[in-house]
């Protein structure tokens, strides 16, 4: 590591077909990593290969090179078959699919480090298009074996990426509503952010839409087809775009590299700056870590977008005079990050009361929890240990587990549960 003087953070950009790598230089300015000296190619192939007479990988570029010369196996769809579960044999050993995403993360660290001599890689921020859990578990299990502290790697949404690469833009690019369409393998994924003004903290929204039947990427290789492509997406626009002011427009994606839309892109820039590029999300994972591990700027902002918290969660406590409201989970913050833990002394109680708040709509609810079957004991000898915990940003479980005041008082072993839907606000 001579010569590495550098305490590194890097984004990346974990998709389905590509992989791109963003970095905070010296001056904390987010940098992308280009695979190539002379031009800007930011692009790794997120493929994996296996040497047919050794235990030894290599990925991107050159596992298809590679493969095209025979000299192994190459693996691809690394995301899906984590998704799934799968196993597959290679060269007689049996790998489960997160092993081979592990070794994929190993492999990327490597070329990583061979890129940037200057650092030594001490924060990790990875976007995905989707949050999955059994995905995200992997990824950290793959990032931590290589070296890295779990509290010094962070995974967000794309959509997240897109929020912090805007509001690290000039602010003339957010002067009204931002919208982005994402054109992969997978369709057209849309979003649009707008900053809600007059407010303090301000609320940062964004929206989000999927056309996956009126957008295959396919269909840019059939004459015929891509003008029913292009049709397809005007309209989709302009549909989108009724009773929405929008300044500027993002374009990123395979489907945006190849030539079949030179009349929607007049009809969509008309009034409208636009910008076209592959790297938007990568560098967004490199302004979220300079704003995790660094340098916050959006203090003052709540995201109220998909992978964030929906609801301001606290319980109703007695400070011996009346019922007051003690926080303990916050809306706007990474769903996985988003669970709180806690214990209190119960004094003669039946029921707990939870109260949700929306910070976005100024709804609210109560949630009661009845205590049935709770031992009675003298007064102040019921000590209740109580954990949020979020499955997705729109799901989380409220748990009370009585846990009995020492050996005078062995706990009952009993646990109450109340699973709960953000969206609908009610029991699920």
Request: aromatic content about 10%; charged content about 25%; overall charge negative.
């Amino acid at each position: 590591m001579a010569g590495r003087s550098l305490s590194l953070t890097i984004g990346i950009d974990l998709a389905k077909d590509y992989t791109q790598v963003s970095y905070l230089d010296s001056g904390n300015h987010v940098i992308s990593m280009s695979m190539e000296e002379e031009i800007e190619e930011y692009q790794i192939p997120t493929l994996l290969f296996r040497y047919r007479d050794r235990e030894a990988w290599c990925i991107g570029e050159e596992a298809k090179k590679r493969q095209k010369n025979g000299e192994g196996i190459l693996i691809r769809n690394l995301l899906e078959e984590v998704e799934y579960g799968t196993e597959t044999t290679i060269m007689g050993i049996r790998y489960f699919a997160s092993d081979l995403l592990e070794q994929y993360f190993a492999e990327l660290f490597k070329l990583i480090e061979y890129k940037l001599t200057f650092g030594i890689i001490t924060n990790v921020v990875v976007t995905i298009p989707k949050l999955n859990k059994v995905l995200m578990d992997v990824i950290f299990d793959g990032i931590t074996r290589i070296g890295i502290k779990k509290e010094q790697v962070k995974i967000i949404s794309h959509v997240e990426s897109f929020v912090y690469y805007v509001m690290n833009q000039k602010p003339e690019v957010r002067v009204n509503s931002v919208a982005l369409f994402d054109f992969s393998p997978d369709g057209l994924t849309y979003m649009r952010m707008s900053v809600g003004a007059g407010r303090k903290p301000s609320v940062i929204n964004v929206r989000t839409a999927e056309y996956t039947e009126e957008m295959n990427l396919e269909w840019t290789m059939d004459p015929e087809k891509k003008e029913v492509l292009e049709e397809n997406f005007i309209s989709i626009f302009e549909d989108l775009f009724k009773g929405n002011v929008v300044s500027s427009v993002f374009l990123t994606g395979e489907g945006f590299k190849l030539d079949w839309y030179a009349h929607a892109i007049q009809v969509l820039c008309s009034k409208r700056k636009g910008f076209i590029g592959d790297n938007l999300f990568a560098k967004g994972a490199g302004f979220f870590g300079r704003e995790v591990f660094y340098t916050p700027v959006l203090g003052d902002y709540l995201l109220n977008c998909y992978g964030r918290t929906k609801v301001n969660v606290g319980i109703m406590v007695s400070n011996g005079i009346r019922e007051v409201l003690q926080p303990l989970s916050s809306a706007g913050v990474n769903w996985y990050e988003g669970g709180a833990r806690a214990e209190c002394i119960a004094d003669q109680v039946e029921e707990l009361k939870f109260h949700l708040e929306s910070p976005f709509t100024g709804v609210s609810k109560m949630i009661t929890m009845k205590l049935t079957g709770l031992p009675k004991r003298p007064p102040k000898t019921t000590r209740l240990a109580i954990s949020i915990a979020y499955s997705s940003d729109c799901k989380l479980v409220i748990q009370v587990e009585d846990k009995g005041f020492g050996d005078f008082f062995p706990s009952s072993g009993r646990i109450y549960r109340e699973e709960i839907n953000i969206e609908e606000g009610a029991s699920v």
